[in-house]
């Protein structure tokens, strides 16, 4: 633990200004946007919904911003950043606001998917700004630092958005409004991040111009075959999260009625041991290699979903969570390093939105199929399919990314 705590303070002493300023910023979104996350969800079940309509409408969102990816790629290589970085938490949080306070399905929806438009744009942007405002000395640790202050910010949103509906509830303000109450409370932090981002001086994520001719410039320089092999992993994995991770809330609520403040606790603490893992992967990375350490952190995750889908004895329930959640996300921030240093410079941009395309679009398929298996079946249907598809992944990152993996070491002589 020493060793981890010296090697980041020693790194923190050279990450960027601009670096900084994202981090601040995505840790105020990231608690505004988690504490939506976790009430939404029972927002809509106290009002009456069930798990296959609330499926419908996360998939909506989804759909907009796989829809909406390669557009934002596209503009993010032609105009300044700081003002997309500006105005994207704006949008989001208006879209959100409509959504709660909507009184038709199909004005929740459009909220949603207004939000889910302007989330695009974040995930084309992160990746490549991360990249652009580091040097190689720090740059996987960058990865790892960002992963766990949006943790963090997730660990006090959900501290936060689980206690204020308990708080308003002893004060006779019934369960659904206190929900709405404190999902606007959050969006109006969420929006806080704004003056951070305004800080970052980087003006555009294309770092190359190795070629004048304009229309070629625009065109991809990382070979297409390769890109293909980036994103099938995290696709599969997407069709397996898809499943059970979005009513992972729910599924404390119905299974074990627990009360908001108690699941806002609960994730809290799973994404505090996430930190752990998170802060301890470029450690792991550097002994087993980035492509072992997502493969090694995937299999270990899969006994705890076994139990998750099985278990009605909390303690343990609890238990498989926390240690579930910890090792499927600790290596996420190697990866996509990984797939940051595999491509082309300039294809950073259109390389972050295909990673999140590949993972959201499958997310949101099945995220339809897991909310009407656990209206009809309950859960334990649906967590072995996620298993399954984690073990597909699995076999996808050794077959298709760990050779390359192996061939730049090689290369590199390193």
Do not use: C
């Amino acid at each position: 633990m020493k060793k981890i705590v010296r090697e980041y303070y020693s790194i923190a002493k050279i990450i960027q200004k601009d670096a900084w300023n994202y981090l601040i910023g995505n840790f105020f979104a990231g608690f505004g946007f988690t504490g939506f996350t976790l009430l939404f969800n029972l927002y809509l079940k106290s009002s009456g919904m069930g798990e296959g309509s609330i499926g419908n409408i996360l998939s909506v969102g989804t759909y907009a911003t796989v829809l909406m990816i390669f557009p934002a790629a596209f503009f993010i290589k032609r105009m300044p950043i700081k003002p997309v970085m500006i105005i994207v938490p704006v949008i989001m949080s208006l879209g959100y606001s409509i959504a709660i306070q909507a009184e038709t399905l199909r004005t929740i929806m459009s909220g949603i998917a207004l939000a889910g438009f302007a989330g695009a744009f974040n995930s084309v942007i992160g990746g490549p700004l991360l990249m652009q405002s580091s040097e190689e000395k720090e740059r996987t640790h960058l990865f790892s630092i960002n992963h766990a202050v949006m943790l963090l910010s997730g660990i006090t949103g959900n501290l936060v958005a689980g206690s204020i509906p308990d708080l308003m509830l002893e004060m006779g303000i019934e369960t659904s409004s206190g929900y709405k109450a404190a999902i606007f409370i959050h969006l109006v932090l969420a929006v806080f991040s704004v003056f951070f981002y305004s800080k970052i001086k980087v003006r555009n994520i294309i770092v190359s111009d190795d070629e004048p001719d304009a229309k070629k410039k625009h065109r991809l320089k990382t070979p297409k075959k390769l890109l293909m092999k980036l994103v099938i992993p995290p696709m599969v994995v997407g069709l397996g999260a898809g499943m059970t991770i979005p009513f992972l809330n729910l599924y404390f609520r119905t299974r074990f009625d627990l009360s908001a403040n108690n699941i806002g606790m609960l994730f809290a603490l799973a994404q505090f041991f996430t930190i752990g893992g998170a802060l301890a992967a470029p450690l792991i990375a550097a002994k087993l290699g980035k492509i072992r350490s997502v493969i090694l952190s995937q299999v270990l995750s899969l006994p705890f979903l076994l139990i998750l889908g099985v278990s009605q004895y909390l303690p343990l329930a609890v238990t498989a969570f926390l240690i579930r959640n910890a090792f499927m996300n600790m290596s996420a921030p190697i990866s996509t390093n990984f797939s940051m240093e595999a491509v082309h410079p300039d294809d950073r941009s259109i390389t972050s939105g295909l990673l999140t395309l590949s993972w959201l679009f499958t997310w949101g398929i099945t995220a339809n199929i897991g909310g009407y298996l656990i209206e009809h079946t309950g859960y334990m249907i649906p967590f072995g399919f996620t298993m399954l598809f984690y073990i597909l992944s699995s076999y996808m990152y050794h077959k298709l990314l760990l050779p390359m993996e192996k061939y730049r070491i090689n290369t590199n002589g390193k």
